[in-house]
C-alpha cells in the first residue's frame, strides 16, 4: 500500500488550505442568505402548504444532493504511482480531488439556493428544511486534512 511521506503532506497542505477555504466561503453563502430572508419575511409566514413550485424546488433541490456523488468523482484523477510516491503524482491526484469537491459543492449549492429562492418567493417550510439539509451536507463533505490525504492516498492505490 503506498503511502505518502510527511514532507509530501507539508508540500501540499498550501492546496488542502485552499480547499478549506472555498468550501468555507461556500458554505457561509446559505448562512448568509438565509438570514437575509428570513430578516425580510419573518418566520411566522413560513407554512407547510405542499404547493406545486415548492415541492418541485424541493425534489430539483434533493434530485441536485444525489446527482453530485454522481458527477463530481467523474473529475478525480488517478495515477499509475510507483514506490516511493513522487510529488507530482500527488499533485496531480491533489488537483483532480480540488476540482472533484468544488464541482460537488457547486451542484449542491445549486440546490440549496433553488430552494432559498423558492422561500423568498412562496414562504414554504419544507425549502428551508432543504436548504439547511443541503448546507449540512456541505459540512459533513469539508475537506480536512486527514480526510484529505486518506483520499489522496486512497486514488494513488488504485
Not at 5 to 23: A, L
Not at 25 to 35: H, R
Request: hydrophobic letters at 50%.
Amino acid at each position: 500500500m503506498l503511502q505518502m511521506n510527511p514532507e509530501m503532506i507539508t508540500r501540499i497542505r498550501p492546496s488542502i488550505k485552499t480547499m478549506q477555504g472555498i468550501s468555507l466561503a461556500l458554505i457561509m453563502g446559505p448562512f448568509l442568505f438565509v438570514a437575509v430572508i428570513l430578516a425580510a419575511i419573518g418566520t411566522e409566514d413560513l407554512h407547510t402548504e405542499p404547493k406545486m413550485l415548492i415541492l418541485l424546488a424541493a425534489a430539483t433541490g434533493l434530485l441536485n444532493y444525489v446527482l453530485s456523488f454522481f458527477f463530481g468523482p467523474v473529475f478525480r484523477k488517478t495515477v499509475n504511482a510507483t514506490d516511493p510516491v513522487q510529488l507530482s503524482d500527488v499533485k496531480t491526484v491533489v488537483g483532480g480531488m480540488q476540482t472533484s469537491h468544488i464541482i460537488q459543492c457547486a451542484m449542491i449549492e445549486g440546490g440549496i439556493y433553488l430552494n432559498l429562492v423558492v422561500l423568498l418567493l412562496d414562504h414554504g417550510m419544507i425549502n428551508l428544511v432543504i436548504g439547511a439539509l443541503g448546507t449540512l451536507l456541505l459540512l459533513l463533505l469539508f475537506p480536512t486534512e486527514g480526510r484529505t490525504v486518506r483520499g489522496i492516498e486512497k486514488r494513488l492505490n488504485e
